[in-house]
């Protein structure tokens, strides 16, 4: 099932469950909580990213060949930052280069993002999964100047500027999704394939990660974990491929679907 989270035509910010957004209905209650689907057909004005994220929480360095391409060691626990939940973008709006913190090296990261829906904390990896509401695609768009030169060795200034963090389109929920290690993983920019890959190419796996960032820490339902891009970013090419003004992004991962966005400057 999908569930999607847009503006009716009065205004108000709704969920709707489904299989497509044509057939989907308003939910009633509590998303995270007790509700139910109604027979009320979704009047869908707007598309908004899935979730309003209390927390995000960002896996570093998760994939094999993408430490390959960067020359990194491997990890020996995941590798955490956080992005403001101010960040969020929602499907098919627009990426902004920073100018006023001006960024020439704006690079693209396809991701598979985790949504906690219920309380948790210290959870066992064989439980972890109990634990998820629903998966969708992410793009962990980075200012790799700000994350490598600027921003005194931490990397929260270079990846949390505004529309920074894309989320969407719906999620899909587990029961479409029985390993979320099992999934192909692409970033088309322009349409020209960029990253592809596998998430069983993780280092550490969904259920590690939840165990992991839940150790000694309540993770709130809202909370969506990135779980870290596999290899092919702009950076790592040769020359670098940095996003411009004009692209357009796609994330597109198997069971999901596809999330766009296009790029501009920020205004």
Known sequence: MKIIR???DSGAIKFAAGQSIETACEVAGDIFGPH??????????????PIAPVAILCIGLNYRKHAEETKAKLPQFPVLFMKSPGAVQNPGDAIELPTRLKSSQVDYECELAVVIGSRCKNVKREDALNYVLGYTCANDVSARDWQKDFGGSQWCRGKTFDTFGPLGPWLVTPDEIPDPNQLQIRTLVNGEVRQDCNTNDMIFDVPRLIEFLSGSTTLLPGTVILTGTPHGVGMAMQPPHWLKAGDTVTIEIEKIGQLTNPVVNEP
Do not use: F, M, Q
């Open 36 to 49: 139910e689907i109604t027979n009320r057909p979704a009047d869908v004005k707007k598309l908004l990213a």
């Open 6 to 8: 847009y503006l009716d």
